[in-house]
Structure formats: C-alpha cells, structure tokens
C-alpha cells in the first residue's frame, strides 16, 4: 500500500517512520488521509511550524489570537464536533493539499470568512 503522509510503498501501517515524524513530506494531499494519517500530517506541521498556528501565529498550546477571537463565529455553518478539537488541520479545498496546523477559532474564521 502506498503510505499517503510520506509517498512511498510503505507496508509497515502505524509503525511507518513517517508517522513518526520522519521523513514526510509535506503537503500531502488531506482527502486522501484516514483520521490516523491526519493527526501525523497535523503533528508534523505543529513540529514545521515550531507550535504556532499558521494563521494567526499564536502558540497552538493556548487559545488563538485575541483578533481571531473576537471574530463573531455562526456555529451553525459547522459540524458539531468542529469545535472539540482545539488543533485543526488546514487544507485547501479546492486542490486537496494540506496547509498547515491552525486553531479550531482560525479554521472557523478561514472557513466562514475567506471560504477556506
């Protein structure tokens, strides 16, 4: 089987290196990730992008950015879980291609604000 986060023909499923962090090569494509391989590609860009959200730059330890925050969010537009997950994992929608870690309050904003 080819192993989605790294590209290569990996048989080796949750012991694969690249789960571990090693080697993978971003960005992967998300439509193409079981909920495992996700939370791998979502670690990884945490560790890329040194524990900060790549849209609003705070620390994804701590809650987003006070600007982020204060944007009036319409939960209805979202699945009841969206909000559970503290750490999303950004992709676009029209290529695939996974962009990086982000807030649950970020994803909401790209998604509501900006179509993303």
Not at 17 to 23: D, L, T, W, Y
């Amino acid at each position: 089987m080819t192993c989605p986060p790294c590209n290569h023909n990996c048989n080796q499923g949750r012991d694969c290196p690249a789960r571990k962090g090693e080697n993978m090569k971003l960005p992967v494509d998300y439509k193409s990730l079981s909920p495992w391989d996700r939370r791998a590609v979502r670690e990884e860009y945490i560790k890329v992008q040194s524990g900060k959200c790549c849209h609003c730059g705070g620390s994804l330890d701590s809650p987003a950015t006070r600007e982020m925050l204060e944007k009036k969010i319409n939960r209805s537009l979202f699945p009841k879980t969206f909000f559970q997950y503290p750490v999303h994992l950004h992709h676009c929608h029209d290529t695939g291609k996974t962009i990086g870690a982000v807030h649950n309050q970020c994803n909401a904003v790209l998604w509501q604000y900006h179509g993303e």
